[in-house]
């Protein structure tokens, strides 16, 4: 029995509990208030029996609604840290005594509702990235002797291989051992697209298998595991407080305190002086009633509301983005950010070679050209041989017969198909092998100039035909407008940082309209350039650090704030960067400078709103002009508007639609 009536009072007390025990304190209430009203003749004898029901209604809600404020009071009064719960018990206590019951009973259902509603608006936050815990299976096929066995995720160990049949969910990290799918990874990255994923390439936990079946080796426990990791930094992130917040928090037991001396202060005044100087008589019972009425307008609820449901809202909406911002403090910080600089490979560009030009000498047939291209380079590992192969199977083109394949290290490939002879690799390797003078002057304009606007180039001879292929780093999606909106979410300063060749970083940089350009750095030169930065800045705005996550780690400990394009499953980018791009598209980092700042602006408002709102009904309540009722609407008012304007940020548009 003890156990049950524990069980009961835990439920009671628990947040969960919160809110119907509110709208019973309301009902309660509103029936009472109501009742009390029937006092005209017309009810005769009836009239002061629902006058004394509603009376007792009105007790009955005012001890629901004291069900939460007094455990909270109790508990904080015992930490010795009296808070916003103890105004709150104490002013409605205060008002039952002086006669004012029903006051007290609106002050705290409008309380305990606020708080309930509160406790629904954060909860509602937290669940936009907690729902991911609930994305695992609860069963995986692990391959055991030869047959396919069920496990569960939590059993799977790095070295295991799982089925992942189409229209299932990931159970691990892990690598694609057999079959080809698209995998719908929306869920981490805020990606809307789905990623075709083949032989090699990484998957992971939570995210969905579309259409085909793949085989899958486990490289990480589900305890390592991306989701894992990702859900761990974003409860720390909800966990940390702004510093705005930590400002408030400080001085919230002070500012408790103070509130109940100026309510003694006012009592005494009212109570004893105010005849003296005034000349008006107040009796005890009015004078408790306004200092009563002063302690609970300026018990600061909104203002302490005005930040954490923000941040929190800010924080998740980020996340829902495909974007980790690791707390309160880093998401401050990026909304003051006014330079950005940004790093080239792996992040303006995703340090992918894709062929970028295809041109054939006089007189030759492209398509025999590029038949015997791919024939020669699906056999190399090289990655410029990998982009030419790329760039010639999405024309459809099939591959020639070769009789001979060398591999020329360091300088290119030799093959043989029929009589033909074939070399593809550097114009140093090639164009000696080309007899046609002609032929070779155009070679080398071609290469030349492919070698000035910093691309990369392979020259493919057979027999009495040439071409030339351009290559280049492949920018990522977004970069194109990426300084144009980087501009229109307030940065002042673009700067491409980078170790590449000068002439690389500056092609890069024509390309995408950045003018402040600074080529082969090493990472300690790339430091000293953004101390420069900030030295030039002079306090002025923050420095962000846009980087790979890989190598970029101290630049990014460098900047005011560091964003990390590193993906779902770098480890680098988690560990050392404030803010994580998980999704592969730049957008993503002017949006998310757009949010901070949008964060930020609706934090002020919350803060300026609560201010004034204590301050208007503080002056009010002192000068008599608002009775305590109204002051309780309007107290506890602003609270649910100030939580209501925080959930706003939840709705808005994500990158490239906001």
């Not at 069980?7 to 209430?29: C, H, M």
């Not at 609407?633 to 990158?655: C, F, M, Y």
């Amino acid at each position: 029995m003890p156990g049950l009536l524990r069980t009961t009072s835990d439920r009671l007390f628990s947040d969960e509990w919160q809110l119907p025990i509110a709208l019973g304190a309301g009902v309660a209430l509103l029936v009472g208030f109501s009742l009390q009203q029937l006092v005209d003749e017309s009810f005769g004898r009836w009239a002061a029996g629902f006058h004394g029901a509603g009376h007792a209604l009105v007790w009955v809600s005012l001890a629901l609604g004291a069900v939460h404020g007094v455990k909270a009071a109790v508990e904080s009064i015992r930490e010795l840290e009296p808070n916003i719960d103890v105004l709150m018990v104490v002013g409605a206590g205060l008002a039952a005594i002086i006669g004012h019951p029903g006051e007290g009973a609106l002050l705290l259902f409008m309380f305990t509702l606020a708080g309930a509603l509160e406790h629904r608006a954060l909860t509602r936050a937290r669940d936009a990235v907690a729902r991911l815990s609930t994305l695992m299976p609860n069963e995986a096929l692990r391959r055991r002797d030869g047959a396919w066995v069920p496990a569960a995720p939590e059993e799977l160990s790095p070295g295991d291989v799982v089925l992942v049949r189409p229209g299932e969910v990931i159970p691990a990290d892990g690598v694609v051992q057999a079959g080809s799918s698209t995998i719908d990874q929306s869920t981490l990255t805020g990606e809307s697209l789905p990623r075709p994923v083949d032989p090699g390439d990484a998957v992971y936990a939570g995210t969905l298998n579309e259409n085909g079946a793949l085989e899958v080796r486990v490289t990480r426990s589900i305890r390592e595991s991306s989701l894992q990791r990702i859900l761990d930094l974003v409860t720390e992130a909800q966990a940390s407080r702004q510093p705005l917040q930590r400002v408030i928090d400080r001085f919230s037991t002070p500012y408790t305190l103070a509130v109940f001396a100026f309510a003694v202060l006012a009592l005494v005044w009212f109570a004893l002086l105010h005849e003296r100087v005034t000349g008006q008589v107040m009796t005890l019972t009015d004078a408790a009633y306004r200092a009563i009425t002063l302690l609970i307008v300026a018990s600061p609820c909104a203002l302490v509301i005005a930040t954490p449901t923000v941040t929190l809202c800010g924080l998740n909406r980020a996340a829902r983005a495909g974007l980790l911002v690791k707390g309160g403090d880093a998401l401050e910080r990026l909304a003051g950010v006014t330079v950005v600089a940004l790093d080239k490979t792996g992040t303006l560009t995703t340090g992918e070679i894709a062929v970028t030009g295809f041109e054939v000498s006089d007189g030759s047939d492209a398509d025999r050209l590029l038949s015997l291209a791919l024939a020669v380079e699906e056999r190399s590992t090289h990655p410029i041989a990998a982009a030419i192969t790329r760039f010639i199977l999405g024309r459809g083109i099939e591959p020639a017969a070769l009789d001979d394949f060398e591999q020329v290290p360091g300088k290119g490939i030799r093959a043989q198909s029929g009589s033909v002879e074939i070399h593809i690799g550097t114009m140093e390797y090639v164009l000696p092998r080309v007899e046609d003078e002609r032929m070779r002057r155009r070679i080398e304009g071609e290469v030349n100039r492919v070698r000035a606007e910093g691309g990369i180039s392979a020259v493919l001879s057979a027999g009495e035909e040439a071409a030339v292929f351009s290559l280049a780093d492949t920018p990522r999606p977004g970069a194109g407008r990426l300084v144009e909106d980087l501009r229109a979410a307030g940065v002042e300063r673009v700067v491409m940082l980078t170790g590449d060749s000068r002439l690389v970083a500056e092609r890069v940089a024509r390309d995408l309209g950045i003018e402040e350009v600074h080529g082969e750095l090493l990472p300690e030169e790339k430091v000293e350039r953004l101390r420069a930065i900030k030295a030039e800045m002079n306090g002025r705005g923050r420095l962000a650090v846009v980087g790979d996550g890989v190598n970029d780690a101290p630049a990014l400990a460098t900047a005011d704030i560091g964003l990390a394009m590193g993906g779902v499953g770098a480890d680098a980018a988690l560990e050392t960067a404030d803010v994580v791009v998980l999704r592969d598209d730049l957008r993503v980092v002017p949006w998310a400078l757009a949010l901070a700042r949008r964060v930020r602006a609706v934090m002020y408002q919350n803060l300026i709103f609560a201010m004034l709102v204590i301050a208007a009904l503080a002056v009010f309540a002192l000068a008599g002009m608002i009775p305590m009722g109204v002051g309780v609407i309007g107290h506890e008012g602003s609270t649910l508007l100030v939580v209501a304007n925080s959930l706003r940020l939840l709705g808005l548009g994500g990158p490239g639609r906001a």
